[in-house]
């Protein structure tokens, strides 16, 4: 395979034929249509071409995610303290329990790339860690500093000026589909990390389920293009880990609320955050998200269903340096 062949960003294997066609952003903010294409390696699907630079960074919009909304009303903030309690809340406690759980660390320096608000970080700070927020967005890490004191650093990985083995966990909560080049943020992550220590990535993966069903009930993470650059398989994500000197000891669920939410914004993409929360229309925003959230506790069952079929669109992965 040549330099300039497009291969795959997981595995480095030549992509083959496309696996997702004509997809179009599902926020609008990309004019254009992508195709994934599917590596003949390890199956994974990537973008091709790859967006620019310049497209990724203008893809994102200014609300990306629901907790950057401004909660100015008294509705919006009953809104948001119910959509916190119900659903994110119990997703962030399950992602510590899994962690404690398998790593069997208490304490310790943490590292959450990409943790934005700090949401999800702040569960890990109440369970006895050390945290650190990175994101490439300094008005989410305001949100980290302000309301939960978490120290933060904005920029990429990369390019951070962080001494070699200074953390004992490195987490990446639905990170490595947006990046056009993990394999260098993983080893960046390697660099950093103890030896010992623990890497840990939830990504929606491509699974045997997925010819089938993924269309239907995972449109939300295709039509995350170009914000998502790639959906790897197990075997790509375990390929990688590897190739960046970690070696994967687990992959597991993630919380089942959180594939019910994926399918309902799939059905139902006007209840995704950047959508209803930059509406100027404070009934529509109500509606779309109760709607949304509505829908999410309804595809419960069938989220279950699919576990059984072992079956999920998230997966978390542990590995070790």
Request: net charge positive.
């Amino acid at each position: 395979m040549s330099a300039n062949e497009p291969h795959c960003i997981y595995c480095h294997g030549p992509l083959g034929e496309p696996i997702f066609r004509d997809v179009r952003d599902r926020l609008k903010v990309s004019p254009r249509t992508w195709t994934f294409r599917r590596c003949r390696v390890c199956d994974s699907a990537v973008l091709d071409p790859m967006p620019s630079m310049e497209e990724l960074i203008k893809a994102y919009p200014e609300i990306y995610a629901f907790d950057q909304a401004p909660q100015t009303r008294g509705l919006h903030r009953v809104l948001y303290w119910l959509e916190l309690s119900l659903f994110y809340h119990r997703i962030y406690q399950h992602s510590v329990r899994q962690v404690l759980q398998i790593t069997g660390l208490r304490q310790g320096r943490l590292l959450d790339v990409g943790g934005g608000s700090g949401h999800r970080t702040r569960f890990f700070q109440k369970a006895g860690f050390e945290c650190t927020v990175l994101d490439v967005d300094e008005r989410p890490l305001q949100i980290a500093r302000e309301h939960f004191g978490l120290r933060t650093i904005c920029g990429v990985l990369e390019q951070a000026d962080l001494p070699p083995e200074s953390f004992d966990i490195i987490t990446f909560y639905a990170v490595i589909e947006h990046l056009p080049d993990p394999r260098s943020t993983l080893q960046a992550a390697h660099r950093i990390l103890r030896t010992g220590g623990w890497l840990v990535a939830l990504v929606p993966v491509l699974t045997g389920w997925e010819n089938r069903w993924f269309r239907f009930l995972g449109m939300h993470q295709i039509q995350e293009a170009p914000r998502h650059v790639g959906l790897p398989t197990l075997k790509g994500m375990a390929a990688m880990l590897s190739a960046c000197g970690f070696d994967l000891q687990a992959h597991l669920y993630d919380h089942v609320l959180d594939d019910a939410g994926i399918m309902a914004l799939s059905l139902l993409p006007q209840s995704a955050s950047p959508i209803a929360c930059s509406s100027t229309h404070l009934l529509f925003r109500g509606l779309y998200r109760m709607a949304g959230g509505a829908l999410t506790l309804l595809l419960l069952p069938i989220a279950w269903t699919m576990r059984r079929f072992h079956y999920s669109i998230n997966f978390v992965f542990f590995a070790k340096k």
